[in-house]
């Protein structure tokens, strides 16, 4: 430093939240070794963005195939219930929701899933979301839609009832929401599951 109470910026790329950060001196300026000072260290960053669903939104499940107490509205209940789907039975089709946020227009940028309490191999390995901006949205089939993102190769839960974040960019607010499961981890192929679906973002 050239002077005292004078303060340098550091910028660096990081796409990662975390709830406890650790901040440490591995070297001092020198020479006299005597020990470190700092008058202040700011993180400078922003707070993840809110689920912008809330229990009770509309949601509409991408068929009844579902057993009665894990249905669609499980997937977004903020409880580690679970939403099972055997339309997506050895992938041989889609499943999901489409759920109409009652903020109105929001800017998602991430999500997070939470893996529900039975078999793994149910676990999403590859969902895709869209977003509708259409007046209503009476089915998962209907409406038009855009594609927001498409996440891959997802890694397989280590424990039940882990959440997974994926941040992603979107520039385009919608109405509407569609989540869908394209491919299960497997490999027996019995249907999808999730406990918890949550849609990271702003209200326009």
């Not at 005292?4 to 990662?16: A, I, M, V």
């Not at 997974?164 to 999808?192: I, L, M």
Request: hydrophobic share 40%; aromatic share 12%; charged share 20%.
């Amino acid at each position: 430093w050239t002077g005292r109470f004078q303060t340098k910026e550091f910028f660096f790329d990081n796409d990662k939240a975390f709830n406890h950060y650790r901040w440490t001196v591995v070297e001092t300026q020198g020479p006299s070794g005597c020990c470190f000072q700092v008058a202040e260290v700011e993180l400078l960053g922003g707070v993840i963005p809110a689920d912008v669903t809330v229990p009770g939104d509309a949601v509409l499940a991408s068929s009844v195939n579902s057993p009665g107490s894990e249905g669609v509205a499980n997937a977004i209940d903020g409880q580690p219930t679970k939403y099972l789907n055997f339309d997506a039975k050895n992938n041989a089709a889609t499943a999901g929701f489409a759920v109409s946020p009652a903020l109105g227009s929001t800017y998602v940028i991430g999500m997070t899933l939470q893996c529900a309490n039975d078999a793994p191999d149910r676990d999403p390995k590859a969902v895709r979301l869209e977003g509708s901006n259409d007046d209503e949205i009476n089915s998962y089939d209907s409406g038009n839609w855009q594609l927001v993102t498409q996440i891959e190769n997802i890694p397989a839960w280590t424990s039940r009832f882990q959440t997974k974040e994926f941040f992603f960019a979107n520039d385009r607010a919608f109405k509407h929401y569609r989540w869908t499961v394209v491919e299960t981890q497997g490999p027996s192929g019995c249907c999808f599951q999730i406990a918890e679906v949550e849609l990271l973002g702003v209200a326009l």
